[in-house]
């Protein structure tokens, strides 16, 4: 069995353009282009202070799981997060999700596609094995790339659910920095 690596990367620490290649593939093979950022965009986020990066490979180089999030003064916001398909069902992604709630002295955030098929209740239920909630609060992503469509979803909390007062302030700060609407 090889051993797991776990890299991290801000604006303090780039990633290197191998690890950067990984992660944008990821992002392609785990999301439909909407969810996502164009390859200059997400490049572009590493000069944000707030965007964090960890990036799960083995002793290969290859890149196993992504999680992306923002880390504001009042919580952290996950914005993507996969598994490569090869490496789902193995535990993977909860060992990595359990590194950011462990390391969390606030509430994290993430959005979720409203559970109205199979595959949305799926990974809500993941989340849900994994402490989040699903908060009752319909929320619209702004569209991340032009031409675009935004995208209703709903916000999931950690490690409780969320008053709506909360949400609105966080659904703000997401609009103001992430989004920059």
Same mark, same amino acid.
């Given at each position: 069995m090889t051993k797991n690596i776990l890299m991290k990367y801000n604006h303090n620490?780039?990633?290197? !353009?191998?690890?950067?290649?990984?992660?944008?593939?990821?992002? %392609?093979?785990?999301?439909?282009?909407k969810e996502f950022r164009t390859k200059e965009g997400q490049q572009s986020l590493f000069l944000q202070e707030e965007y964090q990066l960890m990036l799960l490979k083995n002793t290969e180089d290859a890149v196993l799981a992504l999680l992306s999030y923002w880390d504001f003064p009042g919580f952290y916001f996950i914005e993507h997060f996969a598994v490569d398909p090869d490496f789902r069902g193995g535990g993977i992604? +909860?060992?990595?999700?359990?590194?950011? !709630?462990q390391q969390a002295e606030k509430d994290i955030f993430l959005e979720v @596609?409203?559970?109205?098929?199979?595959? @949305?209740?799926?990974?809500? @239920?993941?989340? %849900?094995?994994? +402490?989040f909630v699903l908060n009752d609060y319909d929320h619209v992503q702004p569209p991340l790339r032009p031409g675009s469509p935004s995208i209703p979803l709903r916000i999931m909390s950690y490690p409780q659910r969320a008053d709506r007062k909360t949400l609105r302030q966080t659904v703000d700060i997401l609009y103001q920095y992430v989004y920059q609407i």
């Open positions: 620490r780039l990633p290197i !353009t191998s690890d950067f290649s990984s992660f944008f593939s990821l992002l %392609e093979r785990s999301f439909p282009l992604g +909860g060992k990595l999700l359990h590194k950011i !709630t @596609a409203p559970p109205s098929s199979n595959m @949305a209740k799926r990974r809500i @239920a993941f989340y %849900e094995r994994n +402490g």
